[in-house]
Every structure is written in C-alpha cells, then in structure tokens.
Nanobody, 121 residues
Framework: QVHLVESGGGSVQPGGSLRLSCTPS????????QGWYRQAPGRDRELVAT???????NYADSVKGRFSISRSDTTNTIYLQMNDLKPEDTAMYYC???????????????WGQGTQITVSP
C-alpha cells in the first residue's frame, strides 16, 4: 500500500542537468525527513540530500553547489534538481521518507524503487 513513485532518471552528457521527482502514496505516518540516496556499482549507498520541513536541507559535499532538493507541501513530493552532472554522479538514485506513527512514536522508513542516472560523454 505504501510506496514512493520515482521519475526523472535517464542518461546525460557531463555538464547536463536532470530533475528527479518522488511522490509518496499511502503514507499513514507523520513525515520527519525526506531525502535522496544513491548507490553506484561496487560502492556503498550514500546520502545525496535531505529536507526537513520546507527549508532545512543537508547535502553531501560532493554535490553541494550543483544539486538542490525541494518539496511540495500539498503533495509531499520531493524533487532533486541536478546540474553540472559529472560521471561520478552515475548511480541508482533512491527516494526515502522517514517518519513516526502512534502513541509511542514508532519509526518508519519507506524507499522508492530507484531510478538510474548515467552520466557519460
């Protein structure tokens, strides 16, 4: 029932731009943090960017100044604007939503299906 729908992946040349979208569906808990993570072949999953509320953002050092995360308050959709893409940005990108529910504030995490970003000449 609960899932995240990701879109916007694709292939681009170095220096190009892409924008990812992630729309939650069936979320029944209160959202605390939303973010994007990525995993390249042979590498660990790493944080790309997170957003808490509407104005608190956190970025990996490798993407600062190039990527921007934002969200829609009406739909809870989050976006990742990726500019000046580099070959090292090539990875599978995953959307994540974390939140709480219930009297005891049980924690929940939901992951998207992933979308491939390939940056090559």
């Amino acid at each position: 029932q609960v899932h995240l729908v990701e879109s916007g992946g694709g292939s681009v040349q170095p220096g190009g731009s892409l924008r990812l979208s992630c729309t939650p569906s069936g979320i029944t808990f209160s959202i605390d943090v939303q973010g994007w993570y990525r995993q390249a072949p042979g590498r660990d999953r790493e944080l790309v960017a997170t957003i808490t509320g509407r104005s608190t953002m956190n970025y990996a050092d490798s993407v600062k100044g190039r990527f921007s995360i934002s969200r829609s308050d009406t739909t809870n959709t989050i976006y990742l604007q990726m500019n000046d893409l580099k070959p090292e940005d090539t990875a599978m990108y995953y959307c994540n939503v974390a939140g709480r529910k219930g009297k005891s504030w049980d924690r929940y995490n939901v992951w998207g299906q992933g979308t491939q970003i390939t940056v090559s000449p």
